[in-house]
């Protein structure tokens, strides 16, 4: 029974992704991404959602390719990486590079609830979660996404296993919107905790930059 449902959901999703091709083939291009039937491929694949989500994502690699190459930025992309993260929500490559397509369009409220989509569904990795400030950080244009991005590495930072850049990233997002308390606070927590001498020297050369007192700190 499993087998003969894997066989149904195989030939669905060939199905969907050879009508997709075909549509694209005979179209003139368009950047636009359009909407994937989702809804109806669910109820033919359910079960097997992690496949059609391959196959979407192979489409929308595809179409960001195409529009890379014709130097066009993807319109309306929202709506089909918004299906392709609701069929699989851990797929992490989906989030990566459709934040890459989102930032090159310049729709930034997409981006940010993309990644706030990718942090809610891992919330203990501390990679997604400083990648997302990486790319609000590479994409954003003033401080409320920067202030975003901040949230981001301050959560990457507070998780096991992060990089020392995890907390310099989120005390530069401080300094860059203006937040200078905060920024301080956090090089002197690098100067007074951090494991690495490195961290704990760039800590104590941004303070003196600033005129800051090392608060006892030293930078060994």
């Keep these: 029974m499993r087998g003969g449902a894997l066989l149904v959901a195989v030939g669905a999703w060939a199905l969907a992704i050879g009508l997709l091709r075909w549509q694209d083939a005979r179209t003139p291009f368009d950047a636009r991404l359009g909407t994937p039937p989702t809804r109806v491929l669910l109820g033919v694949a359910s079960g097997f959602e992690n496949l059609l989500a391959d196959g979407l994502y192979l489409q929308f690699v595809q179409h960001f390719g195409r529009c890379l190459a014709q130097r066009r930025a993807i319109d309306e992309a929202w709506p089909w990486l918004e299906h392709l993260t609701r069929l699989d929500p851990g797929f992490e490559g989906a989030y990566a590079l459709g934040s890459m397509a989102l930032g090159d369009a310049g729709d930034m409220p997409a981006l940010e609830r993309l990644w706030d989509r990718a942090t809610a569904h891992r919330p203990r990795s501390w990679g997604v979660a400083y990648e997302a400030g990486m790319h609000l950080f590479l994409f954003g244009s003033g401080p409320a996404q920067y202030r975003r991005a901040a949230r981001h590495f301050h959560q990457a930072a507070s998780l096991p296993g992060a990089p020392r850049q995890a907390h310099e990233m989120e005390a530069r997002m401080y300094q860059v919107t203006g ?34 007192p090392l608060d006892g700190g030293t930078s060994r």
């Design 179 to 212: 937040q200078r308390e905060l920024a301080i606070a956090l090089w002197r927590q690098t100067l007074r905790s951090s494991p690495s001498a490195e961290a704990r020297q760039v800590a104590a050369r941004t303070l003196r930059e600033w005129g800051v």
